[in-house]
């Protein structure tokens, strides 16, 4: 039997279909997961991190714009909002909070969440601090990387004490309100004791604080400076490679882009492999995993990074020892 479609019937045939496809978009759009990004510092100086997390996001199967959202919260340095960003990304309902190198934004989002799986990359113990419960077996709703820069103290004041083998002091400068600053502060004193070297422990963690403690610095030649970790050193590491050269200190930082920046010479993971690393575990979660259950990692190759033209510039001669180990110099 043959069935006729008149032309009314055909056109509200289509009509229907055509109103059913803005639905049929915004259930897509809907069904689509959001990663909530979230940092204590400012987007600037993390630019190369965050493509490192979407490239990390992108190995796991997700493109942003195609089938995830990333919806960042930034406290620019005011950890006091960090609360505040943390409850907007759970009322938004994120489907993971990612907080690479960011240990504050970890905290705030895990005072903020008991479900919402989190995805951190700290530098220091995340057991200690209450992210998790062992590092083979999270056991909770946080999981990521712990990348050990507290522990890497010590090896930095010998590679400064390699560096400039008589030096009169070391110096360290340190953020007190960096959730691992007690912590630092036991390593640089432990690490100078053993190598019979006097520090001296310089706390700033403003512009106008850092600026004052090169000042002081300037004016005892024969220091050594050690720069500890940090969002907030990290966010003003093109300010702080540019006073040590200045005043002609030798320091170490604890991460290659300091060195890229102008700094002299650097030790520590590679942070854009660490984000990138978090993107990869914020994917994995998307998918179905549970944080409970993927273990923290860490990383097991560190880089020593040396910049001969800031060398040269404040008069340093850099052992042939330290250049043969390096893994990278740049000149």
């Known amino acids: 039997m043959t069935v006729t479609i008149g032309r009314r019937e055909l056109l509200a045939a289509f009509g229907g279909a055509a109103?059913?496809?803005p639905l049929v978009a915004r259930a897509q759009q809907a069904a689509t997961p959001v990663v909530g990004f979230f940092h204590s510092g400012s987007p600037e100086p993390?630019?190369?991190f965050v493509a490192a997390f979407r490239k990390g996001l992108n190995e796991a199967g997700f493109v942003e714009g195609q089938n995830v959202t990333i919806e960042f919260r930034w406290a620019a340095g005011q950890v006091d909002r960090l609360p505040e960003l943390a409850a907007d990304l759970v009322r938004r309902r994120v489907a993971v909070i990612a907080t690479p190198g960011s240990t504050?934004?970890?905290?705030?989002?895990?005072a903020a969440t008991a479900?919402?799986?989190?995805?951190?990359?700290?530098?220091?113990?995340p057991v200690a601090i209450g992210l998790a419960?062992?590092?083979?077996r999270p056991g909770g709703n946080a999981t990521g990387i712990s990348f050990e820069t507290v522990e890497l103290i010590g090896k930095g004041l010998e590679l400064l004490r390699e560096l400039t083998p008589q030096p009169e002091r070391f110096a360290a400068l340190v953020d007190p309100k960096y959730e691992y600053a007690d912590a630092i502060v036991t390593n640089l004193r432990a690490g100078a004791a053993s190598l019979g070297v006097p520090i001296e422990?310089?706390?700033a963690g403003t512009v106008r604080e850092i600026d004052a403690a090169f000042t002081n610095l300037a004016q005892k030649p024969g220091s050594a400076l050690l720069i500890s970790p940090g969002p907030t050193f990290t966010g003003r590491r093109?300010?702080?490679?540019?006073?040590?050269?200045?005043?002609?200190?030798p320091a170490i930082y604890n991460m290659r882009e300091?060195?890229?920046s102008g700094g002299l010479m650097s030790y520590g993971p590679n942070f854009a492999s660490l984000f990138q690393q978090t993107g990869i575990y914020s994917g994995r979660i998307l998918k179905g995993e549970k944080p409970a259950d993927l273990p923290i990692q860490q990383p097991i190759k560190f880089e020593l990074v040396i910049n001969l033209t800031t060398a040269r510039a404040i008069g340093i001669i850099v052992p042939d020892k330290l250049l043969a180990v390096a893994d990278e110099v740049i000149e």
Request: charged share 10%.
């Open 238 to 249: 093109t300010q702080l490679a540019t006073l040590a050269a200045r005043h002609a200190i």
């Open 46 to 48: 993390n630019v190369a």
């Open 201 to 203: 422990i310089l706390h």
């Open 115 to 125: 479900t919402i799986p989190i995805v951190f990359a700290t530098g220091g113990d």
């Open 258 to 260: 300091f060195a890229e």
């Open 133 to 136: 419960k062992s590092l083979n």
């Open 19 to 21: 109103a059913a496809w």
């Open 104 to 110: 504050p934004a970890a905290l705030a989002a895990k």
